[in-house]
């Protein structure tokens, strides 16, 4: 069991064994057989889910997901990690739809971290749904069907005739009804359904999905409860602080260790060796104190000698100098080319452009922790984590490799995340933790970051530039585009995460000339995925271009793209079939022109605006998520810039939680406009934006007003914590054009004398 303090409060797993244990207790309710099945890999079910096609599943189990207790409490078990997104009260909602249970009956809860009945378990891509839609409605559907055949072998009647609704079970004929509750017992003890038998309910039938519900950890996060890993409180834990290189590669050669030990609280200070890895553990000096005071103090005291011969010497200065000395050629490596591109610039109207989007960090609300206690045991030394990660599988098999021990003696507690955003699909800060209690001896530590350590340590959105040239024909028809992409990479092979062009980047496979060429850049500092990641800078380079391209042709803008849209689309043997039609990678034309027309339709576009505001337009496929944006913008002598209402319409499938979608697309928008300011850049290695200070996120007063609407489509649903973020700022940027003539080229605008 958890050795967490009083655990009254504590919306934590418990772990397998004891789950294991609750769920076969006799007369202890419903509590369906967990059978089990072989793991499967986080990667596997991403890349089936991105590719549009269906994920492998997990076992069949619903009572993996589903408890019903003889007094009616109905306990559903959320599989993946919350980050404020809302997927736990989104699984909790297709669970009950499933069951027919009655939403004030319901406690939803965070499932024990096991791969072999849940498979994977993350947070990231906005695959939740797309990856558990099925599992989780043939679990509900599957203990509702067990229910039904309990009470119809109580009745002696047709299973058939039985209906269900708010938790209970109805025979209509003989005027018979059941509480779940009433049910527990008896339906325990039915065989397991057959899970392609189960009937599960179209999307008139719901009653629950598509209507607004507050989050189930709602209040208690507005009282303060203890959910999240900052929270943590273990019998004898001490706090960690962890010194690392400010340039990535850097190595602790040696240290004031016996003056920072004499320090008051101080426990234990030592160089850690580290594996050399920036997602396992770097070279650095742990501090252990009796709190975080004590930690943080000492840490400031701390004088480090590094070894830094083999350390990052990556500059932005020089980047930049790098990327404009090649924009006027093409890239070193042909993505693709479609058509006589160079002879369809020299026949058309051409426009030339290059584009440059900074460095961002994550800054996450609840900077990196984790509390991992190393156990050593004549019998066999063991790991205990508790951690807020949006990859909790991977961070228990990291922190095994490091501290070397096999997984199976590695227990993984999942809590709520303060922010993620793709910072915490990285487990850095887990197998630090691991690899500091095991060196101090064995005693439980929580290892904290301070926000210096957490936005010069990150995993940051890459850089870069992009090199466009486009043509249109004398009618103002698009007819050509050239995109050379100038991105960043770790190994000299492949693009750093969310650096790399797509060859099927919009509009490639809708023009006649197409061409897409790539540099990449040597970067040693390390990147990683941010909100909606490679789609949050390439929506602003592309579909800013797009409007340059709308007005060269003096063309609608929403006009222009929907002609594009309604190209012919060429076939690509290279590009496996999409949801959208072959060589579409997902991206349906159809689709994307119904969120166009009904964003122009909502936002009033093109109607006469108060004197100097203007719309800007902008749309972007990403994440299986079809979105258009109308941005309503002023701008003041001072170049300040107001964004008065946002118009953001979606497609995504059926709506889980419309309070939960409508808060989503709300966050991207509220990110994204922060992040028009914002840039990290590097100079010799070394981060030089380290807090707030320098990094000026946007306040309450960026607000604009938010209408946001849906297509529900009966596709599949698709995830929603990262599609509405990519339109945000071309959107804006395009109004800001619209406004005063100035074409803003450079992420953050800061660099082009605009200010938030």
């Given at each position: 069991m958890s050795t967490v303090l009083d655990t009254s409060n504590v919306d934590l797993p418990i772990d397998r064994r004891s789950f294991l244990k609750l769920a076969g207790t006799v007369g202890g309710g419903l509590v369906l057989g967990l059978f089990g099945g072989l793991p499967f890999a986080d990667a596997q079910q991403a890349t089936a889910a991105r590719a549009g096609g269906p994920p492998p599943a997990p076992p069949f189990a619903p009572g993996a997901y589903v408890r019903i207790a003889p007094d009616g409490r109905i306990t559903l078990l959320s599989k993946n990690p919350e980050i404020g997104q809302g997927i736990k009260t989104a699984f909790g909602l297709i669970l009950?739809?499933?069951?027919?249970?009655?939403?004030?009956?319901?406690?939803?809860?965070?499932?024990?971290?096991?791969?072999?009945?849940?498979?994977?378990?993350?947070?990231?891509?906005?695959?939740?749904?797309?990856?558990?839609?099925?599992?989780?409605?043939?679990?509900?559907?599957?203990?509702?069907?067990?229910?039904?055949?309990?009470?119809?072998?109580?009745?002696?009647?047709?299973?058939?005739?039985?209906?269900?609704?708010?938790?209970?079970?109805?025979?209509?004929?003989?005027?018979?009804?059941?509480?779940?509750?009433?049910?527990?017992?008896?339906?325990?003890?039915?065989?397991?359904?057959?899970?392609?038998?189960?009937?599960?309910?179209?999307?008139?039938?719901?009653?629950?999905?598509?209507?607004?519900?507050?989050?189930?950890?709602?209040?208690?996060?507005?009282?303060?409860?203890?959910?999240?890993?900052?929270?943590?409180?273990?019998?004898?834990?001490?706090?960690?602080?962890?010194?690392?290189?400010?340039?990535?590669?850097?190595?602790?050669?040696?240290?004031?260790?016996?003056?920072?030990?004499?320090?008051?609280?101080v426990k234990d200070a030592f160089i850690v060796q580290g594996t050399g890895k920036p997602t396992e553990v770097m070279s650095g000096v742990a501090i252990v104190a009796r709190n975080t005071w004590s930690a943080f103090a000492a840490k400031r005291q701390l004088k480090v000698t590094w070894d830094e011969s083999s350390a990052s010497k990556d500059s932005w200065s020089q980047f930049v100098t790098k990327a404009k000395s090649l924009s006027a050629q093409q890239g070193a490596v042909t993505l693709k080319t479609v058509g006589d591109v160079d002879k369809a610039f020299a026949a058309g109207r051409s426009v030339a452009a290059f584009y440059t989007f900074g460095f961002v960090t994550h800054a996450t609300l609840e900077p990196q922790n984790c509390t991992a206690w190393y156990k050593k045991d004549p019998g066999g030394d063991s790991l205990e984590i508790w951690a807020p990660s949006q990859t909790p599988g991977s961070g228990l098999a990291i922190a095994a490799g490091v501290v070397g021990l096999p997984p199976d003696k590695v227990t993984m507690h999942q809590t709520r995340i303060g922010g993620g955003f793709g910072?915490?699909?990285?487990?850095?800060?887990?197998?630090?933790?691991?690899?500091?209690?095991?060196?101090?001896?064995?005693?439980?530590?929580?290892?904290?970051?301070?926000?210096?350590?957490?936005?010069?340590?990150?995993?940051?959105?890459?850089?870069?530039?992009?090199?466009?040239?486009?043509?249109?024909?004398?009618?103002g028809k698009l007819i050509a585009w050239s995109s050379h992409s100038m991105t960043f990479t770790g190994?000299?092979?492949?693009?750093?995460?969310?650096?790399?062009?797509?060859?099927?980047?919009?509009?490639?496979?809708?023009?006649?000339?197409?061409?897409?060429?790539?540099?990449?850049?040597?970067?040693?500092?390390?990147?990683?995925?941010?909100r909606a990641p490679g789609s949050n800078t390439m929506a602003f380079v592309m579909q800013s271009f797009m409007h340059e391209m709308a007005v060269a042709a003096k063309r609608d803008h929403a006009e222009f793209m929907l002609e594009v849209m309604a190209n012919p689309r060429l076939q690509d043997p290279e590009t496996p079939p999409g949801p959208g039609g072959p060589g579409m990678g997902g991206l349906n034309p159809d689709r994307a022109a119904q969120v166009i027309r009904m964003v122009v339709e909502k936002s009033g576009w093109g109607r006469r605006l108060p004197a100097g505001r203007a719309h800007g337009l902008a749309f972007y496929f990403s994440h299986q998520g079809h979105f258009a944006e109308v941005a309503e913008v002023s701008v003041d002598r001072r170049k300040k810039i107001t964004v008065h209402r946002m118009t953001i319409v979606g497609d995504i499938g059926p709506i889980v939680n419309l309070s939960g979608a409508e808060a989503q697309c709300q966050g991207c928008m509220v990110d994204a406009i922060s992040t028009l300011g914002l840039e990290v850049t590097m100079e010799n290695g070394r981060i030089q934006q380290k807090n707030f200070d320098h990094y000026p996120i946007g306040r309450m007063p960026i607000t604009p007003q938010v209408d946001v609407h849906f297509v529900e489509s009966d596709y599949p649903p698709t995830g929603l914590g990262e599609p509405a973020l990519p339109p945000v700022a071309p959107a804006i940027c395009n109004a800001i054009f619209t406004l005063t003539g100035h074409r803003i080229r450079t992420l953050p605008i800061t660099r082009e004398g605009f200010t938030i």
């Amino acid at each position: 069991m958890s050795t967490v303090l009083d655990t009254s409060n504590v919306d934590l797993p418990i772990d397998r064994r004891s789950f294991l244990k609750l769920a076969g207790t006799v007369g202890g309710g419903l509590v369906l057989g967990l059978f089990g099945g072989l793991p499967f890999a986080d990667a596997q079910q991403a890349t089936a889910a991105r590719a549009g096609g269906p994920p492998p599943a997990p076992p069949f189990a619903p009572g993996a997901y589903v408890r019903i207790a003889p007094d009616g409490r109905i306990t559903l078990l959320s599989k993946n990690p919350e980050i404020g997104q809302g997927i736990k009260t989104a699984f909790g909602l297709i669970l009950a739809e499933e069951l027919d249970a009655k939403w004030t009956d319901v406690t939803v809860d965070q499932s024990p971290i096991d791969a072999k009945t849940y498979g994977a378990q993350f947070a990231g891509g906005s695959l939740s749904i797309p990856m558990n839609w099925n599992v989780l409605r043939q679990a509900g559907a599957g203990a509702r069907a067990m229910l039904v055949a309990a009470a119809a072998k109580e009745w002696g009647v047709p299973a058939g005739e039985i209906t269900t609704s708010d938790s209970v079970v109805t025979h209509a004929a003989s005027n018979r009804s059941l509480g779940y509750g009433e049910l527990a017992d008896r339906a325990a003890r039915m065989p397991l359904p057959d899970p392609t038998q189960l009937q599960l309910k179209s999307r008139a039938n719901y009653k629950l999905l598509g209507r607004r519900f507050n989050g189930v950890d709602n209040a208690r996060i507005v009282t303060g409860q203890p959910l999240f890993g900052i929270d943590i409180q273990v019998p004898g834990m001490l706090v960690a602080a962890f010194e690392k290189c400010p340039a990535t590669g850097g190595k602790a050669v040696s240290a004031n260790l016996d003056e920072i030990k004499a320090l008051p609280g101080v426990k234990d200070a030592f160089i850690v060796q580290g594996t050399g890895k920036p997602t396992e553990v770097m070279s650095g000096v742990a501090i252990v104190a009796r709190n975080t005071w004590s930690a943080f103090a000492a840490k400031r005291q701390l004088k480090v000698t590094w070894d830094e011969s083999s350390a990052s010497k990556d500059s932005w200065s020089q980047f930049v100098t790098k990327a404009k000395s090649l924009s006027a050629q093409q890239g070193a490596v042909t993505l693709k080319t479609v058509g006589d591109v160079d002879k369809a610039f020299a026949a058309g109207r051409s426009v030339a452009a290059f584009y440059t989007f900074g460095f961002v960090t994550h800054a996450t609300l609840e900077p990196q922790n984790c509390t991992a206690w190393y156990k050593k045991d004549p019998g066999g030394d063991s790991l205990e984590i508790w951690a807020p990660s949006q990859t909790p599988g991977s961070g228990l098999a990291i922190a095994a490799g490091v501290v070397g021990l096999p997984p199976d003696k590695v227990t993984m507690h999942q809590t709520r995340i303060g922010g993620g955003f793709g910072r915490r699909l990285m487990n850095d800060y887990v197998a630090e933790a691991a690899q500091i209690s095991k060196q101090a001896g064995g005693v439980p530590i929580k290892l904290m970051y301070t926000r210096e350590d957490d936005m010069t340590h990150d995993f940051y959105r890459v850089g870069g530039f992009n090199s466009l040239q486009g043509a249109v024909d004398a009618q103002g028809k698009l007819i050509a585009w050239s995109s050379h992409s100038m991105t960043f990479t770790g190994d000299g092979k492949v693009p750093v995460g969310g650096g790399g062009l797509s060859p099927n980047e919009f509009p490639a496979q809708y023009l006649p000339h197409y061409r897409a060429t790539q540099t990449l850049l040597p970067l040693a500092i390390p990147c990683g995925p941010m909100r909606a990641p490679g789609s949050n800078t390439m929506a602003f380079v592309m579909q800013s271009f797009m409007h340059e391209m709308a007005v060269a042709a003096k063309r609608d803008h929403a006009e222009f793209m929907l002609e594009v849209m309604a190209n012919p689309r060429l076939q690509d043997p290279e590009t496996p079939p999409g949801p959208g039609g072959p060589g579409m990678g997902g991206l349906n034309p159809d689709r994307a022109a119904q969120v166009i027309r009904m964003v122009v339709e909502k936002s009033g576009w093109g109607r006469r605006l108060p004197a100097g505001r203007a719309h800007g337009l902008a749309f972007y496929f990403s994440h299986q998520g079809h979105f258009a944006e109308v941005a309503e913008v002023s701008v003041d002598r001072r170049k300040k810039i107001t964004v008065h209402r946002m118009t953001i319409v979606g497609d995504i499938g059926p709506i889980v939680n419309l309070s939960g979608a409508e808060a989503q697309c709300q966050g991207c928008m509220v990110d994204a406009i922060s992040t028009l300011g914002l840039e990290v850049t590097m100079e010799n290695g070394r981060i030089q934006q380290k807090n707030f200070d320098h990094y000026p996120i946007g306040r309450m007063p960026i607000t604009p007003q938010v209408d946001v609407h849906f297509v529900e489509s009966d596709y599949p649903p698709t995830g929603l914590g990262e599609p509405a973020l990519p339109p945000v700022a071309p959107a804006i940027c395009n109004a800001i054009f619209t406004l005063t003539g100035h074409r803003i080229r450079t992420l953050p605008i800061t660099r082009e004398g605009f200010t938030i």
